[in-house]
């Protein structure tokens, strides 16, 4: 019985090996065909014209690259197929299919988020195609092309602006006395202080602050030209950087003014406001359209430039997300790269329609005028505010978004607490810094 | 004082109940609301249930989400049950100096994280594909496959016939049955309440299961519930309502399969644990 057993395994033990053995034989052959590839294998052929590409909003993006594959005009051939993933699924699945060199199933155009691009071109620096030959990189908005290059090569057609803005309710402001033009280009102390008159006047909050989401943070950094990082995105830039304090002082006093209601997920966020709950949003412009699904406060909002803080090099112009388009460096990369170049990277009608049916405020200069950009909206009491969006988009200032934004976001969402909790401004940045440059070595 | 006590435990127990059935009520009352409501928490049943399942049917295949989901839970349990208790089986019944050293290297197998083994896995997957496109990337086998015998399961069947009488192998033996007889007409009869204990878990798991099916499953048409429940909360302004009546949907296979076997996975559970 003990023999046969033995002689059982061992005959497993052979065959699996020789299946390994076959594998290998394989994956070498694939390697000798293009050395440039490396151990990266080939996706099956499909049809050759056939080109994918993931992105993650049906209302937005998807309906971007639909509107992009009607307006498609040049080799006749090429087939779009869009396929709709979540955000954080897109990143999982390309972080997975990336390190383990199998790109089978990988689309050929990836939507990836502006906070997030250079982790995906530095640390796989031959995954990515590179496009700078297929757009003309002048014709978009400035900082849109820092986070989005790599070594002087152009890596992602920029799409979005996530141009920020202070969306607020005019019939609060009326009610505690002030127009619209008083909250027009204001620092964050009037900020405050205009909330706590609201407060007296209506009983409502300003905003709200979910303490896990540092958006708020990331919009005043990036208002006065600094981010979490040096320029050459990597070396953290939390201790002695005057933006940061500006920007710390600034969240405390709003979040120490009792103007703040607390959330702790997007759908209490969004409820806020459709609630009437807040008087004011500063976020990024892609808020829209779940401010205007509450039909009934149409009229009653306006959307003015961000407050600034006070510190050298404040502006009033600042970006929250927004994303852009790549090629990955496998079959159709041709095809995908002139798709690209003939829609989202050249044609100025297609931006119109970007604007008319879906509201996408593109970062593509040229394309940033005509009709669709003077429409006035009813629901924000007849302000053209794609028209001041789009100027507002010009102004923002260029940072690099470096690798690890979010992983500094973690870190000072702790540490942030701790200065609400009086912890000592200094110690608390200071801390950051070495939790930061300990975390990133 | 006897009556105080139980009193106390009612309390204690209606508590916990309310704790435990909420979230559910909740998801159940939202799938009837609009996004709106949803999101100021409304807690009373509205009248947009029907819009939020024309929408969901509108702009998703909820359809090829659950026959998928179906298939790769029902096969899934199938080979896990078949393996696992083979396994269980043959680790309890048959000596051997190894046995007890493999098992516990087996056990040692639970330790490690799924996500460290994933892409080494995706890779093997990766290598597959072209010779074998039916068990690779982008196929509903290659979804439960990975999954198929784990450590966990070999170990609820061998604990769970450790109260197996042996008595009955020999029985069998003597009436002339070949081991793999008595396994499937002996074994496998009287072990029913651990193979239903075994089937819910299995069939849970693989039915919640995200992060594999996520990453192996790329096409649309290959999609499974789970996956096509994140991307409904993927836009920048979701519907929570539609969102709402997909995780109801989702919920139902797994509660019917838990209702019906009950009565068995309470009994498996118990004899898991008096082993």
Not at chain 1, 55 to 82: H, K, M, Q, S
Not at chain 2, 6 to 11: D, F
Request: glycine residues 8%.
């Amino acid at each position: 019985m003990k023999k046969l057993w033995m002689m059982l395994f061992a005959v497993l033990m052979v065959v699996t090996l020789a299946a390994c053995g076959n594998g290998e034989d394989e994956g070498d052959e694939t390697g000798a065909d293009d050395p440039t590839e490396g151990d990266i294998e080939e996706a099956p052929e499909g049809d050759e014209d056939d080109i994918t590409a993931w992105a993650w909003d049906p209302n937005f993006n998807i309906r971007a690259l639909e509107l992009a594959d009607d307006a498609y005009d040049g080799d006749a051939d090429v087939e779009l197929e869009i396929i709709e993933n979540a955000q954080d699924d897109i990143v999982q699945r390309l972080n997975t299919s990336l390190s383990s060199g199998a790109m089978q199933g990988m689309p050929n155009i990836v939507l990836i988020e502006d906070y997030r691009a250079q982790s995906f071109l530095q640390a796989y620096p031959d995954a990515f195609y590179p496009i700078t030959d297929y757009i003309n990189v002048d014709d978009f908005a400035d900082y849109k092309i820092e986070p989005t290059s790599l070594d002087g090569e152009q890596y992602g057609l920029p799409f979005d602006s996530g141009v920020a803005g202070l969306y607020i309710r005019t019939d609060y402001l009326e009610e505690a006395g002030y127009s619209v033009e008083d909250v027009q280009d204001i620092t964050w102390s009037e900020y405050v202080e205009i909330g706590k008159d609201i407060k007296e006047a209506t009983g409502n909050n300003m905003l709200t602050q979910d303490p896990g989401d540092l958006g708020l943070i990331r919009i005043m950094l990036q208002s006065a030209g600094s981010w979490y990082f040096e320029d050459d995105g990597s070396t953290p830039n939390l201790d002695n950087n005057p933006a940061l304090e500006a920007t710390a002082e600034a969240y405390r006093e709003i979040m120490e003014a009792d103007i703040v209601s607390m959330v702790s997920d997007w759908s209490q966020f969004v409820g806020a406001f459709n609630d009437g709950a807040v008087a004011s949003v500063p976020t990024g412009n892609w808020i829209t359209a779940s401010v205007t699904a509450e039909e009934s406060q149409s009229g009653d909002w306006a959307v003015v430039p961000m407050p600034k803080l006070e510190v050298d090099g404040a502006t009033n112009y600042s970006n929250l997300g927004g994303s852009s388009w790549y090629v990955l460096n496998s079959d159709g990369k041709e095809k995908a790269a002139e798709f690209l170049g003939n829609t989202f990277g050249s044609n100025e009608a297609f931006y119109q329609d970007l604007i008319e049916e879906i509201g996408a405020i593109g970062t593509y200069l040229p394309g940033l005028q005509g009709d669709a950009f003077e429409m006035e909206h009813e629901f924000f009491g007849g302000q053209q505010i794609i028209a001041d969006f789009s100027e507002w988009t010009d102004n923002i200032p260029a940072v690099n978004y470096g690798m690890h934004t979010y992983a500094i976001d973690d870190i000072m969402a702790v540490e942030l607490q701790e200065y609400l909790n009086d912890k000592p401004l200094e110690d608390v940045l200071n801390d950051a810094q070495s939790q930061a440059e300990t975390q990133l070595r | 004082m006897k009556k105080f006590k139980r009193i106390l435990t009612y309390v204690f127990l209606s508590v916990a109940a309310i704790i435990s059935i909420y979230p559910f009520f909740w998801m159940v009352v939202s799938s009837t609301n609009a996004s709106v409501d949803v999101t100021r928490g409304r807690q009373l049943p509205g009248t947009h249930l029907i819009e939020n399942l024309t929408n969901l049917f509108d702009q998703v295949n909820i359809v090829t989400a659950l026959s998928n989901s179906f298939i790769i839970a029902i096969l899934s349990t199938f080979f896990t049950l078949l393996t696992a208790s083979l396994a269980g089986y043959g680790f309890e019944m048959f000596r051997s100096k190894w046995k007890d050293r493999t098992f516990n290297l087996l056990l040692l197998s639970m330790m490690i994280p799924f996500a460290s083994i994933m892409v080494p896995l995706y890779r093997l997957f990766g290598r597959i594909t072209p010779t074998a496109p039916l068990i690779g990337i982008d196929s509903l086998t290659a979804a439960f496959l990975p999954t198929v015998t784990t450590a966990f399961f070999i170990f609820f069947f061998r604990q769970n016939t450790k109260m197996f009488a042996k008595d009955l192998i020999e029985a069998g033996r003597i009436d002339g049955l070949s081991e793999l007889g008595i396994f499937f007409r002996i074994y496998m009869p009287t072990m029913k309440t651990t193979y239903a204990a075994a089937a819910i878990i299995a069939f849970m798991n693989s039915w919640n299961n995200f992060l594999w099916p996520l990453v192996i499953l790329q096409s649309p048409s290959q999609q499974t519930m789970p996956l096509l429940i994140s991307n409904l909360g993927s836009s920048y302004a979701p519907d929570f309502g539609m969102i709402m009546s997909a995780i109801t949907i989702s919920t139902i296979p797994t509660a019917v399969v838990f209702f019906v076997m009950q009565k068995h996975f309470v009994a498996g559970m118990m004899g898991s644990v008096k082993g």
